[in-house]
């Protein structure tokens, strides 16, 4: 079982920039794809990105196109999303997960979770 720890979340103004990161353990992270959601309070959880095994695919949903910008680094079993011109709507908790060998596209879909790193943004 891959586990996952996410950091760099924290509270930033309206306009700013913050670099998470989510470190995997376990041999087999270039194997899979890996996703980024975010759940505000009252909100369902919801995909933000998600990148390929090899990096060479990448997703966005339609509310951070432009804005944000994920990557991965095989060597070191991390993938970082960077945001940039964070809005308010933007706060919420933060999730990196594993993708399944399925595919997919909504939270059933990834099969290892990291506990969450709240993203706050004041207006």
């Known amino acids: 079982q891959v586990q996952l720890v996410e950091s760099g979340g924290g509270l930033v103004q309206a306009g700013g920039s913050l670099r998470l990161s989510c470190a995997a353990s376990?041999?087999?992270?270039?194997?899979?794809?890996m996703g980024w959601f975010r759940q505000a309070p009252g909100k369902e959880r919801e995909v933000v990105s998600i990148i390929s095994s090899n990096g060479a695919g990448r997703y966005y949903a339609q509310s951070v196109q432009g804005r944000f910008t994920i990557s991965r680094d095989n060597a070191k079993s991390t993938v970082y999303p960077q945001m940039n011109s964070l809005k308010p709507e933007d706060t919420a908790i933060y999730y990196c997960a594993l993708r399944g060998t399925k595919g997919g596209m909504g939270p059933a879909d990834f099969t290892s979770w990291g506990q969450g790193t709240q993203v706050t943004v004041s207006s």
């Open positions: 376990g041999p087999t992270f270039s194997s899979y794809a």
